[in-house]
């Protein structure tokens, strides 16, 4: 897959490298969810049918982000993940706007005008509630007009996952909640982390626990506080584990930013500056305060137990 950013107004230079008759699916696509997997599927589809490459664009920061609207959290699948998701669904070229407050303002019209019709995009594939341009006037019936006959528009509808429709917005909430199943279920996949270790207060080793503190690469979308069976991506090992994601009120107060620690089950590495990918695979329990130490070191027992049997069948 090629990799190809964009700014508004494309240089021409640009539009003549990258035109020829292609499909693309458009949209922000924050999560890649089995919704937004249902728009790529079709756009793949309909290239292969067509002959064409399968195009993707979408939009980096996510306008949330930039606008600061404030209701947005961070990124359910951030860049570095989001490509190689696609990647991996058959996209031959994943164009990335790169958004701020100038392409905010530009209208319907000249979106269409100056970043799709002089890429020769023969049809683009959106979701039913897509729409772009200037304060959202654009949708799907409008994107249709503004193509002049040189464009098709196909529009996916909602995809529906027992009577309810995936949302990345129902994920956020999910994930925030510690409804981990539901947010999984959504997404197609398990929900992850990535991060590096580094050095963390070394509390873990002198309880009997040693845990690996991520320092995550990105903004993900912070989950419930609370412990968490999880496998973890290591080199070409997988690992499994618990995690805790809170503020560790045992030992602190008034602590507010969270910690992602990590501990492994039968390894005795050194992870301090390596990168690890950890997957949620099941929310265990909201985070607590203990009274006392052993009290805390007898529940990180039984939790790893706990873990050790949710994760018996990924082994």
């Known amino acids: 897959m090629r990799t190809v950013t964009l ?3 494309m240089p021409p230079e ?6 020829q008759p292609q499909v693309v699916a458009l949209g922000q696509f924050d999560g890649l969810h089995l919704g937004h997997v249902s728009v790529i599927a079709s756009a793949v589809a309909l290239a292969r049918k067509e002959g064409v490459p399968a195009a993707v664009m979408t939009f980096h920061p996510h306008p949330k982000d930039v606008m600061g609207k404030g209701d947005y959290e961070g990124y359910l699948t951030p860049q570095a993940d989001k490509q190689k998701l696609l990647a991996d669904m058959g996209v031959d070229i994943l164009y990335i706007v790169e958004f701020n407050e100038q392409l905010s303002r530009v209208s319907p019209q000249n979106f269409v005008s100056v970043m799709l019709l002089p890429l020769h995009v023969i049809t683009a594939v959106v979701g039913f ?5 200037y304060q959202g006037e654009g949708d799907a019936e409008m994107l249709s007009e503004l193509g002049g006959g040189a464009m098709n528009v196909e529009t996916v509808p909602p995809f529906l996952l027992n009577g309810e429709k995936v949302s990345s917005s129902g994920i956020r909430k999910s994930l925030q909640t510690g409804e981990l199943e ?7 996949r398990f929900y992850h982390l990535r991060g590096m270790v580094g050095h963390g207060e070394k509390r873990g080793r002198t309880i009997g626990f ?10 993900f979308v912070t989950p419930a ?3 968490y069976a999880v496998r973890v991506f290591y080199n070409d090992q997988v690992l499994h584990g618990v995690m805790n994601v809170g503020v560790k009120p045992t030992f602190h107060e008034g602590v507010i930013a969270p910690s992602f620690e990590v501990h492994l089950f039968d390894f005795a590495g050194d992870l301090y500056d390596k990168h690890l990918k950890v997957e949620l695979v099941s929310y265990i329990r909201p985070e607590r305060k203990f009274e006392s130490i052993p009290a805390l070191i007898a529940q990180i027992g ?14």
Not at 210 to 217: E, S
Not at 302 to 315: F, I, N, V
């Open 302 to 315: 039984q939790d790893s137990e706990t873990a050790k049997q949710l994760l018996q069948q990924y082994l």
């Open 210 to 219: 040693p845990t690996a503190n991520l320092q995550l690469d990105d903004r």
């Open 7 to 9: 700014t508004y107004p």
């Open 225 to 227: 506080k609370g412990v």
């Open 129 to 133: 509630d897509f729409r772009f341009g």
């Open 14 to 19: 640009t539009a003549a490298q990258w035109a």
């Open 182 to 188: 539901l947010a999984n279920a959504w997404f197609g």
